[in-house]
């Protein structure tokens, strides 16, 4: 049963940068893809950026792109989500998710994903 672990959530200024780790057990990134996603307070759970295990295209919000990079380690065992110039609007539980068989059109809905983190939170201060 893949089972995965975030980390690396805290407390940045505005700004400032940081950088969450998806650790995977069970299982590898070696298929389909993987995915970060967050949840503030009274809002659904949003996208935020996915990458495919086949071609290791990347995907991203519009609101993060450019700030934000996801990647994965080579031995596609660690998600990564680094996360600079981050502003209030970006604090939320992170939570990083992956699904063996994705296909692109569902690579933003969070119901498309079969195995999930406990999240991890990030709070911006001004």
């Known amino acids: 049963q893949v089972q995965l672990l975030e980390s690396g959530g805290g407390l940045v200024q505005t700004g400032g940068s940081l950088r969450l780790s998806c650790a995977v057990s069970?299982?590898?990134?070696?298929?389909?893809?993987a995915g970060w996603f967050r949840q503030s307070p009274g809002k659904e759970r949003e996208f935020v950026a996915g990458?495919?295990?086949?071609?290791?295209?990347?995907y991203y919000a519009d609101s993060v792109k450019g700030r934000f990079t996801i990647s994965t380690n080579n031995a596609k065992n660690t998600l990564f989500l680094e996360m600079n110039g981050l502003r209030s609007e970006d604090a939320a539980v992170y939570y990083c998710?992956?699904?063996?068989?994705?296909?692109?059109?569902?690579?933003?809905?969070?119901?498309?994903?079969?195995?999930w983190g406990q999240g991890t939170t990030v709070t911006v201060s001004s």
């Open positions: 998710a992956h699904d063996q068989r994705l296909i692109l059109s569902s690579l933003r809905l969070p119901n498309e994903y079969d195995f």
């Open positions: 069970g299982g590898t990134f070696r298929s389909g893809a």
């Open positions: 990458i495919f295990r086949n071609n290791g295209r990347q």
